[in-house]
Every structure is written in C-alpha cells, then in structure tokens.
C-alpha cells in the first residue's frame, strides 16, 4: 500500500506526462499540470462496474491520469482514512450516508464547495449533507416492485396494506438498510405527518405495520430470494425494491416493474466525499466534479436505474415528479438497533 | 495386582496417543473458543456479571426465542425418526444391488448444498407447488394454502436435510444385529407388536439414542435453514446469535445467547441418553 504513495515512473509514463504538459499547458486547467499521476478512490466493491465502465475512462482521458479504483466496503474505507490520518492516501471517498457521519465527527472530511466543485451548485435540494461535508452523486430510489402477470401498477404505498394480498407481499428486514423505509412510510401514512417527523415516530410505525402482518410472506435479507419469489408469482409485490436490483431484473426479462408511488420515496445511501489531507486535492475535486456533472449522470443513471441529482439531469421517464424525501441517517444509525429488536417482537410469526 | 494394573494403563495410554490429534485440533479450534465465548457471556464494564443472563432470562420474548428453537428441533428429530426407522429397516435387510442404491440415495444428496435444497423446497410448497395441487387436488384443502415461510414448511425441510444422520446411524446398529433373533422370538409365541417393543426396539436403541442426538443437536443450531425457509419473522437462538454479532454488534447478547443454546442442546442430549440407558439397564 506504501508504494501507492510514490509516483511510478516507467518510461511510458515519463513520455505521457511529458507529453500532456506540452499539449496542455495551453488550453486546459492548472490541475493537469500536477506532477503524480495517480489517484485513489475509496468505493464499493459494488459500484465497481459503472465506475470502470464509465467514469474512471472519462477521468483518466481528459486528465491524464491514473484512477486506482479501491472497492471495498463503506466501514474498510472509514478505517483506511482513520489508519492513515496523518497521510491520507485516498483522495476520494464514496461511502455510505450512515458511514459518512462517522467520518465526519471524527474530521476525515474536507467540504465539497461550489468553488472547488462547480458541478456542486447544480445539485437538487436534499442530496449535500452537513454544509457540503459530502453530496449524493446518483438516487438509487426505493419503490414497490410488482409481478406484471400478477397485478396491475400499485399507485399508493397503502397498497401493501389491502387485504386482497393476502400472503403475498414481501418487505426487506430492518437488517437490509431498505428495510428501514417502510418504518417511515408507515408512521406517515398512519399520521400523516410530513415525511421529516414521520421518521420519528415510531409508534405510529409498528401500529400501521402491524395492520399487515397477514399480508407479509416473508421479510428477506437475502434480495436474490425475494426477487426469486416475486418473478415466480408466489409473491405479488416487494416494498420497498431498490431501483438498482428490480430495474436491471426488469432488464434481462424478469415479468416485473418497479412502481413508484404517489406519497414519493427515499433513496439509498450513494455519499462521495473529498478525504481532508489528501494527495492531489485538486484532481480530487475535479473527479468529484466530473461524477457530478451532466454528461456523466446521465450515463451513470441510464447504467444503475438511479435517480440523478443534478438537477439538470432530466429524470427517466416517468418519473420527473417523484419526489424524493431525505432519510435522517443519524435518527437510522442511532436507533436501528432498537428498531430490529421491537420488529422482532410485534411482527414476528 | 498393581503391576497389572500399571500394565492396563500403559497399554491405554499407548492406544489413546491414536485420539492425540484430534484432541489437539477440538481443543485448538473448538474448546477454547468456546471457552471465550463462555467468559465474554459473564464479563460486563465491571468485570464477572451475571447481568447479561438476567437481562436475557428475564425478557419473555427470549423464552418465546428458546420454545421456537426447542419446538421446531423436537419435531424435526420426531419426523426423522418416524422416517429414519423403517428406512434403516429396511437398509439392513436389503441385500446387493437394493442396498447400494438405497445407501446412495440417502447419502448422495448430502452432497448437494443447503441452499439448494431450500430453494428446492421453496419451489415445491408455494402456493402452485406440487404440495398445494395435491392437497387441493385431494380435497383436503379448498383453496391452496400458505407454507412456506410457516413453521410446517420449516419443520418439513429441516426434516428432509438431516434425515441421513438419523438413518446411518440407525442402520450401523441393526446391520450387527442377527435377524434370525426375531424369528426365534416369533417361535417363542410373541405377537408382531410385542416382538417391536421388547425385542428390535431395545436392540436398535444405541442407534436410535445417537441418531436422535445428532439430529437434535443439528435442528437446535441450524441457521441458514429457517433464514431461507421461513426468513426474518421467526427468531431462533442461533439466528438470534447471529443477529447480536452481526447487526446489532452487542457481543454480550450474543455471548449469552450462544451458551444458553449450548447448554440447552447439551442437557437435553445428555439427558435423553442417560434416560434411554437407565431404561435398559432396568430391565
């Protein structure tokens, strides 16, 4: 890992940078001119594919530089940043909200600024987090994911509650952070308190969720189990579904789609962040900058079936009227714990 | 006298160097672990503490967790056993080509892997499954009814994957056992159910007490078997085991939790064994 830390200097890469200095003093960016030619990413293994696919391309081509893609899992990079505070190797985080928190109390983070990060002044309401501490760079949204043999579209989060279904919805445990949802759109369509305090109160949440207990088959944690079930027809829905896994089934043929409803949704924890002490902050900012801009959304959304969160992204079809409600992450991290336990008692079998 | 003795001892001593092994490897990998985990269970912020018990023994939900776990494993090891018997019968009594086959057929599904089958299961119990149209075909059922994800559903799959840990040992046992010994009592004047009870029951028993402790201890701990067959809504103690260590990251809870299932598992085999013996030794 030590070596990541020195520039390599084969004599293709000599001739590269030579030759991108005399090509683009002219014309481009000062951060071009930035003698190492590396940069770390700290990511998920999971967002592996779009990033080498469409992303770290892109970057590599227009800066010419080297993208280490890192993909491991939101707490391995926490870690990396806490062993390494005092010579940060990776320059670019994308972690989880939950995880981001934590990184922040303990000051691992430098603001992301319009500055820094001009694309950051496009973004919509609700995806920058803590004054700029980190942002949202796509919405993979949360919606009921229906068998189309089975049902026509489900309009209403209310819809799970019918009797009619019978045995024939699935929800995520409160283990899978999608899980987590269904407390909030419970609370809210049993009080309809707006979707902030909703959250909190979790009393309403456990009374409306408990009005559907015959209506539950199961509460996966396994996602691949409940898709299974769903494309089979034993299940008719699974709410929440996470736009990533039920649009790419969707994709290779599975009989399902993914509804979004009327009350609006939330989104999954998708947080970029720039590490505070970072090698090449400049070109840190400019991969950030270059996640967020239009071109790149638009690509990376068309790839995960996620929601942009440049507002100047048009939204996929359909669907420029969801709304997408924030999740408090901290209210999640502080009580899920809490949450699993009451879930365990008043809605088991 | 005492040098036979002396000479008896030598002699064992020299044979058990033959358990050294995998005494070494069970007290490497398995006791002391465990050892661990039985002090994690007593330490709190202040060292030794009983707390960790109280709290768990004094919650209701918890018995409810240990009636589930103790239910579901009896009645696994039942349905086993209703099953196992006849089959080891009949495993003992074949001969040749019969027996291979059978000895394959209960030992080569071991093979394939758990989650397979409980995919398996999924596909045969729900609601348009072969059970279902059967049943509904039968007229047993108006309408299909819900299994999967119940505890019959639960009960019926652990049955199907511990099965050959109740036949094999069940079949070592019988296999020794001379058949003309039935005949003979048959001579004797008893009747067919005297000749079961008095006769090949009490002779099949060693294997009947180990195969029942191996399933029980199987059904008892099983994890990824009822998070796939009947999912989140069904606590177990070894999901709620691993529900403490992994989500909820509270290494006490899963410390007291994982001996309370241990000490369970461990008293109910042991006394199940010591009651069998005790039966025949009375007689």
Redesign the interface.
């Given at each position: 890992m030590t070596i990541r830390h020195l520039p390599k200097l084969s004599r293709r890469s000599v001739l590269a940078g030579a030759a991108a200095l005399s090509a683009g003093s002219l014309a481009s960016p000062s951060v071009i001119r930035a003698q190492t030619r590396e940069l770390v990413v700290g990511a998920a293994s999971s967002q592996r594919s779009w990033s080498e696919e469409i992303m770290i391309p892109a970057f590599e081509k227009k800066y010419n530089v080297k993208v280490v893609f890192e993909g491991t899992r939101s707490l391995v990079n926490l870690e990396k940043m806490q062993k390494n505070k005092d010579k940060q190797y990776l320059s670019v985080v994308q972690m989880d909200d939950p995880v981001m928190i934590l990184a922040v109390r303990e000051g691992l983070l430098e603001p992301i600024t319009a500055a820094k990060v001009p694309n950051s002044a496009s973004l919509k309401p609700g995806v920058t987090h803590m004054d700029g501490m980190w942002v949202n760079y796509l919405q993979p949204w949360v919606g009921i994911a229906y068998n189309t043999t089975r049902m026509a579209a489900p309009t209403s989060w209310a819809e799970i509650y019918d009797p009619k279904y019978k045995g024939r919805v699935i929800l995520p445990s409160l283990q899978n952070t999608e899980g987590v949802m269904n407390l909030f759109l419970a609370s809210f369509l049993k009080t309809g308190k707006p979707m902030a305090e909703a959250q909190k109160d979790m009393d309403a949440a456990f009374a409306k969720l408990k009005e559907m207990k015959a209506n539950i088959l199961m509460a996966y944690t396994q996602e691949g189990q409940a898709y299974n079930l769903l494309e089979q027809g034993e299940a008719f829905m699974v709410a929440g579904a996470i736009s990533t896994l039920a649009l790419a089934r969707k994709a290779k043929g599975a009989p399902i789609e993914l509804a979004a409803p009327k009350e609006g949704t939330f989104s999954m924890p998708s947080g970029i962040a720039l590490v505070k002490g970072a090698p090449l902050p400049e070109l840190g900012a400019a991969y950030v900058d270059m996640l967020l801009s239009p071109e790149i959304q638009a690509k990376v959304t068309e790839a995960t079936f996620a929601l942009p969160t440049n507002r100047t992204v048009p939204a996929p079809a359909g669907l420029s009227s969801l709304t997408v409600h924030p999740v408090d992450w901290a209210n999640v991290s502080e009580n899920r714990a809490a949450w699993v336990a009451r879930w365990d008692r008043e809605l088991s079998l | 006298m005492i040098a036979a003795l002396k000479n008896r001892l030598a002699r064992m001593d020299r044979i058990a160097i033959l358990a050294v092994p995998a005494l070494v490897y069970m007290i490497a990998i398995f006791a002391i672990p465990v050892a661990g985990l039985l002090l994690r269970s007593f330490s709190g912020p202040d060292g030794f503490t009983l707390a960790g018990y109280v709290s768990f023994l004094g919650d209701a939900?918890n018995w409810?967790v240990i009636g589930n776990t103790l239910r579901v494993a009896a009645i696994t090891t039942l349905i086993c056993l209703a099953i196992g018997y006849p089959t080891a019968v009949a495993l003992s009594r074949a001969r040749g080509f019969v027996q291979v086959a059978l000895l394959v057929a209960i030992i080569l599904p071991l093979s394939v892997g758990v989650v397979v089958k409980a995919?398996a299961w999924?596909?045969v119990l729900?609601?348009?499954g072969i059970v279902a149209n059967i049943l509904v075909g039968l007229g047993v059922w108006d309408t299909p009814q819900?299994l999967?994800?119940?505890?019959t559903g639960l009960v019926v799959g652990a049955a199907n994957l511990f099965l050959p840990f109740m036949i094999l040992p069940i079949y070592s046992v019988l296999k020794l056992v001379d058949p003309n010994i039935q005949d003979a009592a048959a001579t004797l004047g008893a009747s067919p159910v005297y000749r079961f009870f008095k006769v090949a029951l009490p002779l099949a028993m060693p294997g009947i007490v180990s195969g029942s402790s191996i399933v029980f201890s199987l059904a008892v701990s099983m994890y990824v078997i009822p998070?796939?067959l009947?999912?989140?809504?069904?606590?177990t103690l070894a999901t709620l085991v691993g529900?403490s260590f992994l989500?909820?990251?509270?290494e006490q809870l899963g410390a007291v939790t994982a001996s309370v299932l241990l000490a369970l598992a461990l008293a109910i085999v042991a006394f199940s064994s010591w009651a069998v013996r005790r039966k025949g030794d009375s007689r």
């Open positions: - | 939900f409810r995919f999924q596909i729900r609601r348009d819900l999967l994800f119940t505890e998070s796939l009947i999912g989140d809504r069904f606590q529900r989500l909820m990251r509270n």
